[in-house]
């Protein structure tokens, strides 16, 4: 479906000193009908290369093909089937959702009885009925999220592309949202969602971890979990930050990460947890459960992203 | 409370420093409009083309188309001729050498002399002959230049062959109702002219672009400045910060006068230069009144910028008060002779006021003493329409939705 | 690009006009607006310039010329001194922009036998003042004055010479020769075409027309840079519509309130002025319509070509408001422009707007005299559109 | 100016604002000690954003009063102004004008001068990391970058108290964690914080949340007192192997009513949390059905609540 072949992407003039590599050479393939996500720290070319897809922005080097029409010349037969969702909301706020809609139905072309029955199957699906009338300013953040949704699917697009579309929105909408493009999936389409929360990464058929224009792991979420050399511990105690600064003074500890009430630490194997419990109890840190948790993507992240920044650092050192 | 004020003056000057493209069209943007407007409505009204029917074809006749094409007012279009010529009738003829020309190569004939058969003849004996002038109205203010022209031309060629005609040169001086005669036409009125001394156009419009110019950068900039915060949201936070209004507005009112200040300057040197038209009053005192003028207009930028949401709209309001103000200020036509309630209406618009000053001090070499009501209008008007803005704000500030 | 994508851009653009009151007020009212205010206030013609009279003669002979002065409508004599510095104040505080001064021995002249001979030596001179601020008023002022004094002069003396008690060296055949002469040696009858009274409202109210039409054109000069800073240009720029549906659908709206405009004023100006129109009204619609394509061809390019809001505004404002003003023909007649500002305004919409108004109002010209107009007017927006088309991207970087 | 009766920053007393018929704020009433990070939780459209608002003087209320360091909010707003930081939801710094200059126009705001602005300037590039690169404007930097100099602003004249609207929204993981450590230092030097997020594990982190909904408290505490209160017992978390379909098969048997004193089953990354009174005794009845219906399934166990559970719990509650 999705193919780029070292696609890159420069922002800045030619000249000027502060010349930014947004995507630097980014080879993908994405079959047909798949949920891929696409995770990274922020400016690490997400969204340059999803508007690089979408064919509104002109990739710098190399090319990429959507269903084999090229994302330069061929822009605008992609756009036919193609669902494209902005990070800030992109329609307009002095319009009511059924002008909104209207709207984009003119632009796709759905029109008479069709249109208005996909309307109302849009406006069931997101359950923003009673809400027709109302002017988009007016609505909370969640549901804009949902009306930015549902204008990228009004002409049942078998391709989508979502930029972060459920940023701000509060946890009982995202996973609406979720539920949605889940459904959207199994009737076929191929999704590319770019997200900062992990969680929803996890729900992915496959996920790329980009960082600095770079696509630094691109695998299912199960084989990125294996990346985590050893087993995670999540430890409840008391003075967590305490905790934290003790043990990443121990050797044999890989990764220390707190994620709300509860800290995880990667060691390279069971037989280290006794070891654990000592090295904490020797601080006096009582300690509520230290138990083997399975590992989520948010830690796989944190800890390739220290990796990744630790090598570069090495290798800068070596040149500098 | 100063360094809160000159903190927004920086930023707002900031701002201007990294809109490139916007503070070159602020600073050269007016100095280039004046030159244009200023040569363009300077140029004295001449070699408006000229039409000549000559039925009579005596040496008389052929002398008074030659007299008056001797005038740089009045240039002779030779060809005009046989497009008279070839119409049966003259009303056809005269709509088709009015118009149909364009205005960069070949414009419209403004002007049809026709000379009667016998014009010489009668004029030789002193019978008054006629002569047909026919005028093309559409355009008033070059018809009006050239029927005055033509007629001055006329009477002086008339009067002149009908003195050697009647005076055979015989006895040895003139008789004495010659003598009258060519005194009489001899005798020019003295003219004296003050001010602009060869009443020369452009001394009009260049001011009036001048004090022009003050006024709209100052509402531009109060209202942009102003409502391109509240558009791009940063307004809030300004408004999160300790800061009084009366503090934001007199800081975001220094860049605009600095910019209105800098521009007026420009086109002062330009006015002086390129259209010589010296600075006879004082010009501390006419740079003093410049900047109370300019806090004025700066009042009502700021109530512009309070009353729309968007630039765009700002935008659309100063267009149309620039029209109305326009209007007011006397900028093409003078305010005498506008109707009797629009002169007393006029003295609302701080522009006429400024107007008034900057013509007084360029021009007649006045000073506060004559100038004193129009300072007093200024600064009465000041006070009311800062005072609203200020209300107006802060209302707003509560009110913020 | 199908008519749908245009109908559905136009749509919204509509939209968002009506939604925002201060907008629709300006673009459908504010052109009309300006019409009545301005022609109102500014096309009356130099009337009751103020006047002050300096009488050295002090005689009823003087007093009857001022009266004569003070009846035209032209002059309105505010006040009468009796020294220099009198009449030099008045001049600095405005109270008055014309001076006359009748010398002493004026009525001596013209009302006794042996004045009549003195004139054969030195006629009786006038002196005027004025105030040259103004060079149109101060023009017609002095005109003015200068030919009722002239005349009344002449017709002073006809009377003398009629007069048969006046004694004279001057044998009989001479003093009727010499009533004769004082008569105008030609009798000049002016017409004035499309004009007659020189009404200066029908002289501005046409052009007014044009001017005021600006206003459409401003407003669409932020079109795209809106939508860019609203970030819904994103949205928009990633759908199949093609680029110049776009620009034709944002253009429609604009084009539809200009032409509203249009009617509106052409009402305005026959019904509450009384210009007579002499042309061919659906000539008219149909060459309005190209004006106010030309000026929006060129409010889209300003859109695209320059990036922020308050650029775009103010370069509009440079390009619009005051060449509108002063370089469209309205006061001053385009062709007397020096050349190279004639080919500066080439490029402005406003000019023929000016020509084909006026044209169309007084002189009834069809399209065959207006054909450089019209030819101007298509090549701008053309011109504008196609490079319009040609610049915009449905990129966003 | 403090008030001695008690350390409070903030105390709010039955605060409303009603937008014509819309009631968006109703009658809240809150005390927030000095010092404390006080995490305010919700949907959106709850009325956080206006709560804040109102008691940043921004907002005038329809009914109620805020008293912010001893001071009425109405009455001597610009007083309180200058003690307190400000980051809204949308960003506010001038996009146009480099990280210095609107950090320096900031600063000057607050009324810092030469050294004091200085030495406040190197603080807040230091601890933002904006170190080398204050000739930046802000479009040039990244979503990260952008949030720590916001929050620079907001600190750079040492406020007492700082409001944080959803400052990390759209922020990846690790820029969220830096954005959190810059936080702790920051409340650890006395500032309140008064922050709105939907990221329940930084909720975690506060010491006090306040839960609204509709515009009406419905919860406050802290973060194990709110989980006491309305999450008791346990959760049963389990990694399914088709989380969509195991979803389905529990939902429609728990409507069977064959999962009692079971509340909330959603989905957590890859994981199944069921919420329970009794843990253990529910895990093996879990355990059973999985079995019997084929559902695959690996880590069974039973974990303490988390503030992500109570928020959905709650909203669930309130529906």
């Known amino acids: 479906m999705i193919q780029t072949h070292r696609l890159s992407r420069t922002f800045g003039k030619r000249l000027r000193r502060n010349q930014i590599t947004a995507v630097d050479s980014l080879s993908l393939t994405i079959p047909q009908g798949e949920l891929f996500g696409l995770v990274g720290p922020d400016g690490a070319g997400k969204t340059t290369t999803l508007r690089?897809?979408?064919?509104?922005?002109?990739?710098?080097?190399?090319?990429?093909?959507?269903?084999?029409?090229?994302?330069?010349d061929e822009a605008e037969t992609i756009k036919q089937s193609l669902g494209y969702m902005p990070q800030q909301f992109g329609l307009y706020q002095d319009l009511t959702v059924d002008e909104n809609l209207n709207f984009i139905c003119d632009v796709f072309n759905v029109v008479g009885a069709a249109r208005e029955h996909r309307i109302h199957e849009l406006l069931d699906f997101t359950n923003l009925h009673e809400f027709r009338q109302r002017r988009s300013k007016h609505l909370s953040g969640g549901m804009q999220k949902k009306l930015g949704l549902s204008a990228a699917l009004v002409h049942k697009p078998n391709l989508l592309l979502l930029d972060e579309p459920t940023t701000g929105v509060d946890p009982v909408a995202r996973r609406e949202f979720w539920d949605i493009l889940t459904e959207l999936h199994a009737s076929g389409s191929t999704i590319v969602v770019s997200t900062p929360y992990m969680d929803e990464a996890e729900r992915c058929n496959r996920v790329g971890l980009m960082y600095e224009g770079k696509l630094m792991a691109c695998d299912t979420p199960l084989k990125l979990k294996q990346l985590l050399p050893g087993v995670v511990y999540a430890l409840r105690a008391d003075d967590l930050l305490r905790a934290e600064r003790i043990l990443k003074t121990n050797a044999s500890v890989l990764d220390v990460q707190p994620y709300g009430d509860i800290?995880?630490?990667?060691?390279?194997d069971e037989s280290h947890h006794r070891q654990l419990k000592e090295q904490l109890s020797q601080h006096d840190i009582t300690i509520h459960s230290l138990r083997p948790t399975p590992p989520r993507l948010e830690e796989v992240f944190i800890y390739l992203v220290r990796q990744y920044r630790k090598d570069s650092n090495l290798q800068q050192e070596q040149f500098a | 409370m100063i360094y809160r004020i000159l903190n927004i003056a920086w930023k707002d000057l900031l701002h201007l420093w990294h809109n490139r493209l916007l503070l070159i069209l602020v600073i050269f943007g007016a100095a280039t409009e004046l030159l244009i407007v200023g040569w363009a409505t300077g140029a004295p009204v001449d070699d408006l083309k000229m039409v000549v029917v000559d039925n009579d074809q005596t040496a008389i006749s052929e002398?008074?188309?030659?007299?008056?094409?001797?005038?740089?007012?009045?240039?002779?279009?030779?060809?005009?001729?046989?497009?008279?010529?070839?119409?049966d009738n003259e009303a056809d003829a005269v709509h088709d050498l009015f118009t149909g020309g364009n205005f960069i190569f070949n414009?419209?004939?403004?002007?049809?002399?026709?000379?009667?058969?016998?014009?010489?003849?009668?004029?030789?004996?002193?019978?008054?002959?006629?002569?047909?002038?026919?005028?093309?109205?559409?355009?008033?203010l070059a018809s009006t230049t050239a029927r005055r022209v033509a007629e001055e031309e006329i009477y002086k060629y008339g009067t002149v062959i009908m003195v050697q005609h009647t005076f055979s040169g015989t006895e040895s001086t003139a008789p004495t109702e010659i003598q009258i005669l060519t005194q009489l036409e001899q005798t020019q009125p003295d003219i004296t002219v003050k001010y602009n001394e060869e009443l020369d156009r452009a001394h009009y419009t260049a001011p009036s672009e001048a004090a022009f110019v003050l006024y709209i950068i100052a509402i531009m900039i109060a209202a942009f400045m102003l409502a391109r915060e509240r558009e791009y949201g940063t307004f809030e936070q300004l408004l999160v910060m300790p800061i009084r209004p009366i503090e934001i507005i007199i800081g975001k009112a220094i860049p605009a006068l600095l910019v209105g200040y800098a521009n007026f300057l420009l086109v002062l040197v330009e006015m002086n230069v390129v259209f010589d038209i010296p600075v006879r009053g004082s010009l501390?005192?006419?740079?003093?009144l410049a900047a109370g003028y300019l806090f004025v207009e700066l009042g009502r930028g700021f109530m512009v910028a309070m009353v729309s949401r968007t630039q765009n709209q700002a935008l659309l309001i100063i267009m149309l008060v620039a029209f109305v103000d326009i209007t007011f200020a006397g900028y093409a036509v003078p305010v005498e002779s506008m109707p009797r309630i629009m002169q007393l209406l006029s003295n609302l618009f701080p522009i006429r006021h400024w107007m008034i000053i900057l013509r007084g001090i360029l021009q007649k070499d006045v000073g506060l003493d004559i100038l004193w009501p129009q300072l007093l209008w200024l600064m009465g008007l000041g006070i009311i329409i800062n005072g609203i803005t200020l209300w107006f704000f802060r209302r707003s500030l509560t009110r913020q939705e | 690009m199908n008519q749908r994508h245009i109908y559905a851009i136009a749509k919204k653009e509509w939209l968002h006009i009506i939604r925002d009151p201060m907008t629709i007020f300006l673009l459908a009212i504010g052109p009309v607006l300006m019409l009545l205010l301005i022609s109102y206030a500014m096309a009356t013609d130099i009337t009751d310039v103020p006047t002050v009279i300096y009488d050295q003669d002090q005689s009823d002979l003087s007093a009857n010329l001022v009266t004569q002065l003070d009846a035209s409508d032209v002059l309105n004599v505010t006040d009468h001194v009796n020294n220099t510095t009198g009449y030099e104040d008045q001049l600095e505080q405005r109270k008055a922009r014309l001076v006359v001064i009748i010398e002493d021995g004026f009525s001596d002249q013209l009302t006794t036998t042996q004045g009549l001979e003195s004139i054969a030596t030195s006629a009786p001179r006038f002196s005027f003042v004025i105030d040259g601020t103004d060079p149109l008023s101060a023009e017609t002022a002095l005109e003015t004055a200068v030919n009722i004094s002239g005349q009344f002069v002449r017709n002073q003396l006809n009377t003398l010479v009629e007069q048969p008690q006046t004694e004279t060296a001057m044998l009989p055949e001479q003093r009727q020769r010499l009533r004769q002469q004082l008569r105008a040696p030609v009798d000049i009858h002016t017409t004035n075409r499309f004009n007659p009274d020189l009404k200066a409202i029908w002289d501005l109210v046409p052009a007014m027309i044009a001017v005021a039409l600006v206003l459409p054109g401003m407003s669409i000069s932020t079109v795209i840079a809106r939508e860019r800073s609203q970030g819904t240009l994103e949205t928009l720029v990633a759908t199949p519509i093609s680029k110049h549906a776009i620009l034709m659908g944002k253009a429609f709206p604009y084009v539809l309130i200009a032409l509203l405009n249009v009617v509106l004023m052409y009402i305005v100006a026959r019904a509450v002025f009384g210009v007579p129109f002499r042309g061919n009204l659906l000539v008219y619609f149909a060459l309005s319509g190209l004006y106010v394509l030309a000026t929006l061809a060129i409010g889209l390019l300003f859109s695209i070509l320059i990036k922020s809001i308050e650029a775009a505004l103010w370069a509009s404002m440079m390009f619009f408001l005051f060449p509108g003003m002063l370089l469209s023909g309205m006061f001053f007649p385009v062709d007397v422009f020096p050349f190279i500002v004639k080919l500066e305004t080439l490029e402005l919409p406003v000019v023929s707007g000016v020509l084909i108004n006026r044209g169309m109002f007084l002189q009834g010209v069809s399209v065959k005299?207006?054909?450089?107009?019209?030819?101007?007017?298509?090549?701008?927006?053309?011109?504008?559109?196609?490079?319009?088309?040609?610049?915009?991207?449905?990129?966003?970087? | 100016?403090?008030?001695?009766?008690?350390?409070?920053?903030?105390?709010?007393?039955?605060?409303?604002?009603?937008?014509?018929?819309?009631?968006?704020?109703?009658?809240?009433s809150l005390q927030i000690p000095q010092g404390q990070i006080f995490g305010f939780l919700g949907p959106n459209g709850a009325g956080k954003t206006t709560t804040m608002r109102m008691v940043l003087g921004l907002l005038p209320p329809s009914e109620g009063t805020a008293i912010v360091l001893g001071n009425d909010i109405r009455k001597q707003a610009r007083t309180i102004r200058a003690r307190l930081g400000y980051m809204s939801q949308k960003f506010t710094l001038y996009n146009d004008l480099t990280v210095e200059e609107n950090l320096r126009f900031y600063g000057r705001s607050y009324g810092l001068r030469n050294n004091k602005l200085k030495s406040r300037l190197d603080y807040v590039l230091d601890i933002a990391d904006l170190k080398g690169r204050e000739h930046y404007t802000p479009t040039q930097l990244s979503g990260g970058w952008r949030q720590r100099l916001a929050l620079g602003a907001a600190i750079i004249h040492e406020p007492d108290i700082i409001f944080l609207d959803e400052p990390t929204a759209g922020v990846d993981p690790l820029s969220r964690r830096a954005f959190w450590e810059l936080l702790y230092t920051i409340s650890s030097a006395g500032t309140t914080i008064f922050i709105t997020t939907h990221y329940m594990d930084e909720a975690e982190h506060c010491e006090q949340l306040g839960f609204i909904y509709f515009g009406r408290l419905i919860a406050t505490g802290s973060p194990t007192e709110i989980k006491q209160k309305h999450v008791p017992g346990n959760v049963v978390q389990f990694t399914p192997e088709y989380p969509v379909k195991t979803l389905q098969v529990l939902r429609t048997a728990q409507q069977q009513g064959e999962l009692e004193n079971t509340s909330?089953?959603?989905?957590?990354?890859?994981q199944i949390h069921v919420l329970t009174h009794n843990g253990d005794m529910i895990r093996d009845h879990i355990t059973a059905l999985l079995d019997q219906q084929e559902q695959p399934y690996t880590d069974m166990q039973v974990i303490p609540p988390s503030l992500e559970d109570a928020f959905l719990r709650l909203t669930a509650a309130q529906k």
């Open chain 2, 63 to 87: 002398g008074l188309i030659e007299h008056l094409r001797q005038t740089d007012t009045l240039k002779l279009n030779e060809d005009g001729v046989d497009v008279f010529d070839n119409h």
């Open chain 4, 264 to 270: 909330n089953i959603d989905l957590y990354g890859a």
């Open chain 3, 369 to 397: 005299d207006l054909w450089w107009n019209i030819l101007l007017l298509l090549i701008i927006a053309v011109e504008g559109f196609e490079i319009a088309g040609r610049l915009f991207k449905k990129r966003i970087a």
């Open chain 2, 284 to 288: 501390v005192l006419l740079l003093a």
């Open chain 1, 263 to 268: 800290l995880n630490i990667i060691v390279p």
């Open chain 4, 1 to 28: 100016m403090r008030s001695n009766s008690s350390n409070n920053v903030i105390e709010i007393h039955g605060l409303t604002k009603r937008f014509g018929s819309f009631t968006a704020v109703d009658h809240v």
């Open chain 2, 107 to 140: 414009p419209d004939n403004i002007m049809l002399i026709e000379i009667p058969a016998g014009f010489g003849e009668q004029l030789k004996t002193g019978q008054q002959p006629a002569i047909e002038l026919t005028l093309n109205g559409a355009n008033s």
């Open chain 1, 52 to 72: 690089m897809l979408a064919g509104i922005l002109k990739p710098t080097t190399g090319n990429a093909t959507i269903s084999d029409h090229d994302i330069v």
